[in-house]
């Protein structure tokens, strides 16, 4: 799953009165659709029950996992062509974003789970968050 934080995510635009923030209302809507889809709550939720039948939550860094291509590695902010269509600019592969992001999140962790790979993630385990390779 990806690391999203969410309470980054949802910070308020509104600034101070010598640095008044921008598109405040647009940033409002963006932060109250957020916080209703309970993300958290879901991360939340899934966490106790994989330690519950005794899984573990790999969590995995949001950063480029909708811009890198699952088939060549090519990371590049016009791979995104729409919120829906991914279309790699060095392999050509096409595919629906939301699957080729997901593709990149079970590689990344299935790298920590198989190797470790410090700084690719986390691995969740009996309720407490431990690096790993730490």
């Known amino acids: 799953m990806e690391d999203l934080q969410v309470r980054n995510m949802s910070k308020s635009a509104s600034g101070t009165v010598e640095n008044p923030g921008k598109n405040v209302r647009a940033k409002s809507g963006l932060n109250k659709?957020?916080?209703?889809?309970?993300?958290?709550?879901?991360?939340?939720?899934?966490?106790?029950?994989?330690?519950?039948?005794?899984g573990k939550l790999i969590l995995v860094p949001p950063q480029y996992t909708s811009q890198k291509?699952?088939?060549?590695?090519?990371?590049?902010?016009?791979?995104?062509?729409?919120?829906?269509?991914?279309?790699?600019?060095?392999?050509?592969?096409?595919?629906?974003?939301?699957?080729?992001?997901?593709?990149?999140?079970?590689?990344a962790g299935h790298a920590v789970k198989a190797c470790g790979e410090i700084g690719v993630g986390q691995l969740r385990e009996a309720g407490t968050f431990r690096a790993l390779g730490a």
């Not at 889809?37 to 991360?43: D, K, L, T």
């Not at 090519?74 to 699957?99: V, W, Y």
């Open 33 to 54: 659709s957020i916080l209703d889809q309970g993300w958290f709550e879901f991360r939340r939720q899934l966490e106790y029950k994989l330690v519950w039948k005794g």
């Open 69 to 107: 291509c699952s088939c060549c590695g090519c990371i590049d902010r016009n791979n995104r062509k729409t919120q829906a269509e991914f279309s790699c600019q060095r392999c050509g592969l096409e595919m629906n974003a939301d699957h080729n992001a997901a593709i990149n999140i079970l590689a």
